[in-house]
């Protein structure tokens, strides 16, 4: 909180008049902590993020918008019209088995959201045992963060310093590789306490969690308790009809269920075969 306590501080100085205080424990009226928290948004390093052709070869689609995010596109308002009418912030993304492609989905829903420029999106990749949000978006040889999301939770680097930006409003925690302690560390009072910090500075409109299967390790059942929410991504003609309900079930035991994307289809409709909004 010092953190924004000093941007509101900064802000105030630069405002000639001050509106009234806002009324929950932060000093600073609403303009003051609007432009502390965008000032704070901006001080984070941009992500020397992938060629967009190299990033659509692995499926990352959402960036600019158009025809070939216009699935992403419509998951994502569905998804916040649903956490907006329950007040809910942090939403979980996992997968019944690995493979399914929930990395993928986590990352174009985050820059999906990205495009809504009122909106500010924070994306942690929390997959630590097979982390692979840094390989997806970041390009190769880029100078990335030294430390994993595991050393943010902990307490050891500040979400500041390891986070990367993409754009103005989306914010992304990468991981630099396996994290041997991942369940206890998913599971521990310190993590609860920086997200709560990390929500508390930054005021993201949402936080996007990319979680490891849960059908393979603890990791995502122990970490449900600190969420609003949760997506399951299924893996169409791999994920058996047992695996998705075991897995709705788990997750609806600590969490709501939004739902269950089924990914990797190969069956195309016609229905609106006719009906072509894109023109290109």
């Not at 509101?8 to 009324?23: C, D, H, L, N, Y």
């Not at 880029?142 to 409003?169: H, K, S, Y």
């Amino acid at each position: 909180m010092e953190k924004l306590q000093a941007a509101i501080e900064k802000a105030r100085q630069q405002r000639s008049t001050q509106a009234p205080a806002v009324p929950a424990g932060v000093d600073g009226s609403e303009q003051d902590v609007a432009a502390a928290r965008e000032a704070l948004w901006q001080a984070i390093a941009p992500l020397e993020q992938d060629r967009k052709d190299r990033l659509e070869s692995r499926r990352v689609v959402s960036l600019d918008g158009g025809r070939k995010s216009s699935s992403f596109d419509m998951l994502r308002t569905r998804i916040k019209q649903m956490m907006d009418a329950n007040g809910w912030k942090r939403l979980v993304v996992t997968s019944p088995d690995a493979g399914c492609g929930k990395t993928t989905v986590a990352a174009n829903l985050a820059l999906s959201f990205g495009r809504q420029v009122d909106l500010n999106t924070i994306l942690m990749d929390l997959d630590m045992r097979r982390p692979s949000l840094k390989t997806l978006l970041q390009r190769p040889g880029a100078n990335g963060p030294e430390f994993g999301a595991d050393a943010v939770l902990t307490g050891q680097v500040d979400f500041a310093d390891q986070a990367r930006r993409i754009g103005n409003n989306v914010a992304i925690s990468l991981n630099v590789g396996p994290v041997n302690n991942s369940s206890e560390l998913l599971q521990s009072p310190r993590s609860a306490k920086t997200l709560d910090e990390i929500e508390a500075v930054y005021g993201p409109s949402l936080m996007i969690f990319d979680m490891p299967p849960l059908l393979q390790s603890d990791d995502t059942s122990g970490f449900l308790n600190k969420t609003d929410c949760a997506l399951i991504v299924a893996e169409a003609g791999a994920s058996t009809v047992e695996q998705i309900d075991r897995s709705e079930r788990m997750l609806s035991e600590q969490t709501n269920v939004l739902g269950v994307v089924l990914n990797k289809t190969r069956f195309k409709s016609d229905v609106y075969a006719s009906y072509d909004y894109y023109s290109k």
